[in-house]
């Protein structure tokens, strides 16, 4: 997809401050520092559309950005970062499931992996999740670059087995540093939206 523009819209943490549901939204979900911001920011070309942070917990709040006026990005609070409060991990997964749950104009989830972990209890529930309400998602193993070729491979096989990934929905190995998995990505999320408006 050729990218002519992308805005910040609004920030929000419940429902009744969520923007329009006029455009479809690919949401993007996965632990603290697992890489969201630097893999939205890449699909887009733009360096600080959403704000990258070494600190995890940084994105305590549902961003919504309108790319190209056709759709909206949404960048989830990671989850699962040890040195905050049970309250606030609560809130946080709260607000979370508020939006999977409710979010009408939910198009798409991308379940965001470090390739370097193994998957979290955290992750599991969020697949467990996502397939229990049947919410259609792709799962994207990022920093591929901070690894081999042939151990990128390995460890991709190893999460598929963990998250027990199905032929059709295999993993895409992702980097920012080289643009590795862009193209692939976009031509999913393309497919998908335009069987949404054949639907």
Do not use: C
């Amino acid at each position: 997809m050729k990218i002519i523009s992308a805005e910040f819209i609004k920030s929000a943490v419940w429902p009744p401050q969520y923007p329009p549901g006029i455009l479809p939204e690919i949401a993007f979900v996965g632990r603290s520092n697992v890489g969201k911001s630097s893999l939205m920011n890449t699909l887009v070309g733009r360096k600080k559309l959403a704000k990258t942070s070494n600190t995890p917990g940084r994105t305590q709040l549902i961003n919504f950005f309108a790319v190209n006026g056709k759709i909206s990005f949404v960048d989830l609070p990671g989850y699962g970062f040890a040195k905050v409060a049970q309250s606030v991990k609560k809130d946080w997964g709260d607000m979370i499931e508020s939006y999977l749950r409710e979010r009408q104009n939910l198009a798409m989830v991308i379940f965001i992996l470090d390739i370097r972990r193994d998957p979290s209890v955290d992750d599991l529930a969020l697949r467990d999740w996502l397939e229990h309400y049947r919410i259609p998602y792709i799962s994207i193993l990022t920093k591929a670059d901070k690894l081999s070729n042939n151990q990128a491979i390995g460890r991709q096989r190893l999460i598929e087995k963990s998250l027990g990934v199905k032929a059709q929905k295999k993993t895409i190995l992702f980097s920012a540093q080289t643009q590795k998995g862009k193209e692939e990505l976009w031509q999913l999320l393309e497919n998908h939206l335009a069987s949404l408006e054949n639907l």
